[in-house]
């Protein structure tokens, strides 16, 4: 059985201001993906957000949800002669 620490033993020794950056790095990615149509971030990563964000909530902090695509679509990828 996997063991999965808790989000507060997980980002322990973490600055507000470092949890904030690994978020904000995250929506970067997805903003990246959507604007290049592309699917670099998936799952994981949105795993790994929604664990940032928790810990973001449960120290008082405020940062605005990613805004996330659907992973199960498939990315539009450009056309030859677009």
């Given at each position: 059985?996997k ?6 033993a997980?980002f322990d020794?973490?600055?507000?201001h ?8 995250l929506?970067?990615?997805v ?12 799952p ?5 957000a ?14 605005k ?5 659907n992973?199960?679509?498939s ?8």
């Open positions: 059985m063991m999965v620490p808790s989000a507060m997980e020794g973490l600055s507000d470092f949890i904030l950056r690994m978020y904000e790095f929506r970067h990615e903003r990246a993906d959507t604007t290049m149509g592309t699917r670099l971030v998936g994981a990563a949105k795993q790994r929604d664990r940032l964000l928790q810990e973001i909530d449960r120290r008082g902090l405020f940062c949800p990613i805004d996330w695509p992973l199960a679509e990315p539009k990828l450009p056309r030859e002669g677009d």
